[in-house]
């Protein structure tokens, strides 16, 4: 079954850093164009960062500066290295793989205290 499962999220005090996982058990994840998505409580989802299969990366000015996106095509893994973390950062994250096929995980929850 092809799927996404995220992980690495917890509580963590503002300023504080974490770095969030997915796994995606897809068949040439290589030739996917991957993405962090965060829903925070009682809002939308929004894309936060992207990598796409050439690599080119993108950030929403709320991260810039502050996350990293990388991809392992090797361990078909996506990353989001978070850092300076700040309690509107708080929120469930997702990752997403896009092709002809779009993929999501189930979502990892991110709680940053004051």
């Known amino acids: 079954q092809e799927q996404l499962v995220e992980s690495g999220g917890g509580l963590v005090p503002a300023g504080g850093s974490l770095r969030l996982s997915c796994v995606a058990s897809?068949?040439?994840?290589?030739?996917?164009?991957t993405r962090w998505y965060r829903q925070a409580p009682g809002k939308q989802r929004v894309l936060i960062a992207s990598?796409?299969?050439?690599?080119?990366?993108a950030y929403a000015d709320s991260v810039k500066d502050r996350f990293v996106i990388s991809r392992d095509n090797a361990k078909n893994s996506l990353y989001l290295q978070m850092s300076s973390l700040k309690p509107e950062d708080t929120g469930v994250y997702f990752c997403?793989?896009?092709?002809?096929?779009?993929?999501w995980g189930q979502g990892t929850q991110v709680t940053v205290s004051s």
């Open positions: 990598i796409n299969r050439n690599g080119t990366v």
């Open positions: 997403n793989a896009v092709r002809s096929l779009t993929f």
């Open positions: 897809i068949i040439y994840f290589n030739l996917y164009d």
